[in-house]
């Protein structure tokens, strides 16, 4: 069946109504499950997985594909306003989404990342189906070769992001592949890098987990300092005329969106790659290509805007 006909099916007539309402209570399901810590999408897919055994399989593929991307803006959400990311695409939104809200623009960040999620999605959806066909002959010649040099554009872009110390940088690096060892082997299934022989380390150290670790622990242990000092929580002012506002901002910073749309989308159909490293290299060149790269950290819309088009291209 080809997608015009599943399209066609998934969205007839009858099952007009039962479909949109699948699509709401999925992305709403999405955003509650992205926005806590540590769970994300592919966590939250598998908890309601034998909800779909009730409805007809497209629908039930209409929820699951609603909920996934529901669960990647929850993610953002977090990562937004409490600096602690929900999933591992999210944690490059953090870098500025997060000093946006301790700067009063919660809501704007908020927004950012809606609108240049949508735009990223749509853009990579309306490419796919119109180059599937090419795209999967590309990505099964793609070989052990292509796959290292991806991941030394990445590891090349990460560098460009610690600024001038790049000593630390590289170290960073190199202490992260060592922590990624850790766990049984692949190939041999032998276990490497497990230290007092722990049954814990057989499984690997996750790099969600430590983002959260990083992010959430330093958090956590201000907002505790801030509270003692009469601190009030981080709040997004998110009505009709500041979604207006907030879209009219964004889409200042199209150049943005466009480059990394194209980034993730080309990512995405590489084997071996993720939203992860997408994220964070359209960051990284967005910083790289932004007039004012001093600003990123400190609070910039386009790095927002440049992660969450990435994931969503993804």
């Known amino acids: 069946m080809d997608t015009l006909s599943l399209l066609a099916q998934g969205f007839g007539t009858s099952l007009l109504p039962l479909n949109l309402l699948i699509v709401v209570l999925g992305v709403l399901a999405g955003i509650f499950i992205g926005a806590l810590p540590g769970l994300g999408p592919v966590n939250g897919?598998?908890?309601?997985?034998?909800?779909?055994?009730?409805?007809?399989?497209?629908?039930?593929?209409?929820?699951?594909?609603a909920?996934?991307?529901?669960?990647?803006?929850?993610?953002?959400?977090?990562?937004?306003?409490l600096g602690m990311p929900g999933d591992s695409a999210a944690v490059a939104t953090t870098f500025d989404g997060r000093p946006m809200a301790m700067n009063g623009q919660a809501g704007l960040a908020v927004i950012g990342a809606a609108t240049a999620s949508f735009v990223g999605g749509t853009v990579a959806i309306v490419l796919f189906t119109l180059f599937a066909v090419p795209l999967s002959e590309f990505a099964l010649a793609f070989g052990p070769a292509e796959e290292?040099?991806?991941?030394?554009?990445?590891?090349?872009?990460?560098?460009?992001?610690?600024?001038?110390?790049?000593?630390?940088?590289?170290?960073?690096?190199?202490?992260?592949?060592?922590?990624?060892?850790?766990?049984?082997?692949?190939?041999?299934?032998?276990?490497?890098?497990?230290?007092?022989?722990?049954?814990?380390?057989?499984a690997g150290i996750g790099f969600l987990v430590i983002a959260i670790g990083v992010y959430g622990v330093g958090e956590l242990l201000w907002t505790v300092e801030q509270k003692g000092h009469g601190g009030q929580p981080v709040q997004a002012k998110v009505g009709f005329m500041d979604i207006l506002r907030g879209m009219r901002e964004v889409f200042r910073s199209w150049r943005t969106m466009s480059f990394s749309s194209m980034l993730g989308f080309f990512v995405g159909t590489l084997p071996a790659a993720g939203a992860t490293p997408a994220a964070l290299m359209s960051y990284g060149m967005a910083k790289s290509l932004s007039k004012k790269p001093d600003s990123f950290g400190k609070g910039n819309i386009e790095g927002v805007v440049a992660p969450e088009t990435a994931w969503a291209g993804w």
Do not use: C, H, N, W
């Not at 897919?45 to 594909?65: E, H, K, Q, R, Y």
């Not at 909920?67 to 306003?81: Q, R």
């Open 67 to 81: 909920l996934y991307y529901g669960a990647m803006y929850g993610g953002a959400l977090s990562s937004i306003l």
């Open 148 to 202: 290292f040099a991806l991941v030394l554009m990445a590891f090349s872009t990460f560098v460009a992001l610690g600024g001038e110390d790049v000593f630390k940088t590289i170290a960073m690096i190199a202490f992260g592949l060592v922590l990624s060892t850790v766990g049984l082997d692949l190939i041999s299934g032998q276990p490497r890098l497990v230290f007092f022989d722990l049954p814990g380390l057989y």
């Open 45 to 65: 897919v598998a908890i309601v997985l034998p909800m779909t055994f009730i409805v007809p399989p497209v629908s039930a593929m209409i929820f699951l594909a």
